[in-house]
Structures are given as C-alpha cells and as structure tokens.
T-cell receptor, first 114, second 115 residues
Framework: KQEVTQIPAALSVPEGENLVLNCSFT??????LQWFRQDPGKGLTSLLL?????REQTSGRLNASLDKSSGRSTLYIAASQPGDSATYLC?????????????FGQGTELSVKP | KAGVTQTPRYLIKTRGQQVTLSCSPI?????VSWYQQTPGQGLQFLFE???????NKGNFPGRFSGRQFSNSRSEMNVSTLELGDSALYLC??????????????FGAGTRLSVL
C-alpha cells in the first residue's frame, strides 16, 4: 500500500530558527514529490516540486530534498518567520492509467513564535 | 491568469440530500482532480478527469461521482449525504497528467457541512 508519513505532526519554534520537516513514503516508484502549505480553512499552495530524477529544489528560504532509495524527503526552512506558521503537507505523485494520483501525508503543523 | 475557482465556498446540507460542487481549472489546464480533506483521514484522492474522461478513481463509494465538460470545468456530485461526508473538498488542476514536472494547483475548496 502506498503511504506517505510526516514527522513531526506539530512543531513550535522561535522566530529565526532553521528547521527541517520530514516526509517518508513507502513506494519508491513515485513520479514526483510536492510540498504544499495550507493556512487554516484555506486551500493548498504549492511550494516546491521535485521530480523523481532530481535531488533537490530551492525557492527563497525553502529547500526540499528527495532520496528515492530511502523513501525520504525533507523540507528545510531557513530563518523562520511568524508568517511561516501553517500546516505543511508533502504529497507523492504516483502514475495510474496514464494519469496521476497524489498521496498526501497527514501534515506538520508549524508555529513560529515571535 | 486566474487560479482554480471552486463554487460554492460553503454549503450546509442535511442527511439524505444531494450536492453538486463545481471547479473551474486554470485556463489551458485540461486535468482536474478532486480530493476530500477531513481531520481524521486527512487528504484523500477522489477522482481525476482529463479530456472529459475519468482517468482514476479513489476508494470512495458510488455515491461520489463527477464529470468534466468540454471546457475542462468539472463538477462533483454526492448523493444521499451522510454525516461523515462533512469535509473540505478540494479541486486541483494541472496541464498534463502523469508528467513528472507537472504541478497541481489547488483551489480554495468547498466546505460542506452535513447536519
């Protein structure tokens, strides 16, 4: 069964701290892995997408890595800010019937304290 | 470029009723996927449509159905509503399904409450 797990479920850090969110997946046949941000009651905002042939992607203070062989991805947030407070979700894309299906982790709820 | 638009944003229904949710993808996108988000189960895949054809379906009962129109807009229907159907329903659009570099863009969702 294809599963995606995120650790920790919740994280509280002081402003300015660097932090790492973890994501693991059981099936290495992923096509890509996306990290999303979700604010309370809102939809998902795509942060970074790593294709299966890539090792990492960077956008501003965010860096995501992918290790297919170990079934892991990490999202690194540098110099965290209160505005980074949200739930972060990773999702692995698997191919079915020429289409795709995203399998999501349960998310990490991040709180950055001023 | 307008994003993914979902209507309505909020719905309140009673058990046994049916409901139709709408999703307009980003202009030029032909793939639409639907997801259900609940506190207990998290985000779960419902179905994916491309060029008016259902490509994939998640593990949901037949009460959940959908369709896609020639302009790529999609609707999702839930019949005989149950309390457990209360959730945030999210729609995502992408240009071409099954491509490694293909980002899925999500709408703000429709929050359905079943009383």
């Amino acid at each position: 069964k294809q599963e995606v797990t995120q650790i920790p479920a919740a994280l509280s850090v002081p402003e300015g701290e660097n932090l790492v969110l973890n994501c693991s997946f059981t099936d290495s046949a992923i096509y890509n892995l996306q990290w999303f941000r979700q604010d309370p009651g809102k939809g998902l905002t795509s942060l970074l997408l790593i294709q299966s042939s890539q090792r990492e992607q960077t956008s501003g203070r965010l860096n995501a890595s992918l290790d297919k062989s170990s079934g892991r991805s990490t999202l690194y947030i540098a110099a965290s800010q209160p505005g980074d407070s949200a739930t972060y979700l990773c999702a692995a894309l698997f191919l079915y019937n020429q289409g795709g299906k995203l399998i999501f982790g349960q998310g990490t709820e991040l709180s950055v304290k001023p | 470029k307008a994003g993914v638009t979902q209507t309505p944003r909020y719905l309140i229904k009673t058990r046994g009723q049916q409901v139709t949710l709408s999703c307009s993808p980003i202009s030029g996108h032909r793939s639409v996927s639907w997801y259900q988000q609940t506190p207990g189960q998290g985000l779960q895949f419902l179905f994916e449509y491309f060029s008016e054809t259902q490509r994939n379906k998640g593990n949901f009962p037949g009460r959940f159905s959908g369709r896609q129109f020639s302009n790529s807009r999609s609707e999702m229907n839930v019949s005989t509503l149950e309390l457990g159907d209360s959730a945030l329903y999210l729609c995502a659009s992408s240009s071409i399904p099954g491509v490694a570099g293909n980002i899925q863009y999500f709408g703000a969702g429709t929050r359905l409450s079943v009383l």
